[in-house]
Structure formats: C-alpha cells, structure tokens
T-cell receptor
C-alpha cells in the first residue's frame, strides 16, 4: 500500500509569489491534516480536512489556505509568500477523525522563500 | 485546550545506554498520546500510542512509554540505545482531529 505522497519535495520561491503544495493520502484515508515545521517553532498545526470540508484550523493568517478533493487528495496554498514561510510542510492522513487515529505522515515539502 | 512539553531539546547517550525522553501533557479531556520519530529528511513515523488500554505501551524498535496520570507524563524509554536511534522525537496529544506536538527532542547516540 502506498504511503502518503507529497509533491514537490523541494520548492524555491521569492517573496510575494504564491505556492501550491499537494498531498495524496493513503488509499482509503479520508482525513488529511497539514503541519508547518520550522526550527524555531517546531511542528505547528495548519488545518485538517475531512470529506472535502475544513474541520479544524490552526492559528495561521489567511494567506494559508487549503482544500480537499473528492478523492481525498489535498492541496495547500500560500499566497504572498514571506521569508518566514520557509519551512518543511508536512501532510498527514488518517482513516477518520477519531481522537486516537494514527497519523501517517508524508516526507514533506521543503519550501525556501528567498 | 491541550499542550505538550518536552523537557530537553537535545539528549545525548552512549550506544547501549538507557534512553529517556521526557514528555508532559496538559489536556482538558482524557488524552490520547503519541510518540513520533523523525529521521533526517523524512516525515514522521509513529513509534507508539496510548489509548487508555494499558499504562505501559510498547512500540516499535524497542521503545516503550509509560502513562502516569498523576504526573501528567508520558516519557519514552529504551533500555539500550543503538546508533540507528539517532533522530528527532516528538510527543503529541490528540483530540477531535487535531494533534498538538511538543517541540521535539533530538537524540544523539555516541559510539
């Protein structure tokens, strides 16, 4: 069974640009969540999608948005990039939304903003 | 509200020595607790999870963690460190689809 796939693996953008990251969950998983990982802030929750609806949102500005498609694949978009957006963006999928659901993580997309 | 505190951002042990990574949590409801490991340039992998079935939880690669409600702790241990255990370890608490992670502890294993 294929794991969680994130594309692209690396991205280099300049300030002011926008970027779209993609996440394909494990087959059958309906919940997808996104995290930002930086050395200074650690792992921070961005948002969670289930059945094409955003169910939870972290404390990030509106420049960060996402969506989920009917096949559970998810995309995350960051507009008007800032230097501080440089980070590893991790996507995780799980079967459902239960509290003890195990998260399966992708390898992440490393975004560098110059 | 929920939160996780990992004591010690860096832990260094010798190969064969005991590994102890500390995690304390705060949760307004009975917690579901997890430990994840992240190897360089990779995503996170689940080591083990606590779901109230047993206070001592055994995970992969010889790791285990003990849930102590009175101390609100969920420390991760391994009796004998191996070089391949060098990685970053994250403790997490989960509630209603949202997971909150600690800041991580980097484990270094010296030969």
């Amino acid at each position: 069974k294929a794991g969680v796939t994130q594309t692209p693996r690396y991205l280099i953008k300049t300030r002011g640009q926008q970027v779209t990251l993609s996440c394909s969950p494990i087959s059958g998983h309906r919940s997808v969540s996104w995290y930002q990982q930086t050395p200074g802030q650690g792992l921070q929750f961005l948002f969670e999608y289930f059945s094409e609806t955003q169910r939870n949102k972290g404390n990030f500005p509106g420049r960060f948005s996402g969506r989920q498609f009917s096949n559970s694949r998810s995309e995350m978009n960051v507009s008007t990039l800032e230097l501080g957006d440089s980070a590893l963006y991790l996507c995780a999928s799980s079967l459902g939304r239960g509290t003890n659901e195990k998260l399966f993580f992708g390898s992440g997309t490393q975004l560098s903003v110059l | 509200a929920q939160s996780v505190t990992q004591l010690g951002s860096h832990v260094s042990v010798s190969e064969g020595a005991l590994v102890l990574l500390r995690c304390n949590y705060s949760s307004s409801v009975p917690p579901y607790l997890f430990w994840y490991v992240q190897y360089p340039n990779q995503g996170l992998q689940l080591l083990l999870k606590y779901t109230s079935a047993a206070t001592l939880v055994k995970g992969i690669n010889g790791f285990e963690a003990e849930f102590k409600k009175s101390e609100t702790s969920f420390h991760l241990t391994k009796p004998s460190a191996h070089m391949s255990d060098a990685a970053e370890y994250f403790c997490a608490v989960s509630n209603a689809g949202k997971s909150t992670f600690g800041d991580g502890t980097t484990l270094t294993v010296k030969p």
